[in-house]
C-alpha cells in the first residue's frame, strides 16, 4: 500500500522542543524530521504508522480510530487529517481528538493514499 505521511507538532515558546520530538517518537517510526521554528514536521510511509498501529490494537480503539479516520477524509485530495493529543503522545499514548483541545496545539496526521478503504482496514484491523 503506497502512501504518504506527514505529522507535524508546534512549538510553543514554553515547550521543549526535546519533548516534542521524543512525544513524536512515542508514536511514529518516522523517516525524515524538520524543525522549523514553529514547528517539528516528521515523514514518513506507511510503516512509520506501525506503532499507532499496534497501539490501536493494545488499548481496542480501533472503530473510534476508523470513525475519527473517515470523518477527516478529503475525497477529492484523497487526503485522510487527524489530530493526537501532544500531551498524550509525550506520555506514551494515543488520544484521537476532534479539535484543538490543549492550548500547546494538537499533533496533526496527514495520510496521502489512493485507496483510502484499504489504510483504514490495515489500520483498523480487527
Known amino acids: 500500500m503506497k502512501c504518504k505521511i506527514i505529522i507535524t507538532a508546534p512549538i510553543n515558546p514554553t ?5 516534542i520530538i521524543e512525544a513524536l517518537s ?19 510511509n506507511v510503516s512509520c504508522l506501525l506503532p499507532l498501529k499496534e497501539f490501536l490494537e ?5 472503530d473510534t480510530a476508523r470513525m ?5 477524509w478529503n475525497e477529492k485530495s484523497e487526503t ?10 509525550f506520555a506514551g499514548f494515543v488520544n484521537l481528538v476532534d479539535d484543538d483541545l490543549s492550548p500547546l496545539g494538537e499533533i496533526e496526521v496527514e495520510i496521502h493514499t489512493e485507496d483510502v478503504e484499504e489504510f483504514v482496514d490495515w489500520l483498523c484491523a480487527h
Open 80 to 89: 485522510i487529517n487527524i489530530k493526537l493529543s501532544k500531551q498524550a503522545a
Open 15 to 19: 515547550e521543549d522542543l526535546d519533548k
Open 26 to 44: 512515542n508514536i511514529f517510526d518516522y523517516d525524515d524530521i524538520i524543525i522549523s521554528e514553529e514547528s517539528v514536521t516528521v515523514t514518513g
Open 58 to 62: 493494545k488499548r481496542q480503539i480501533r
Open 68 to 72: 475519527m479516520i473517515l470523518k477527516g
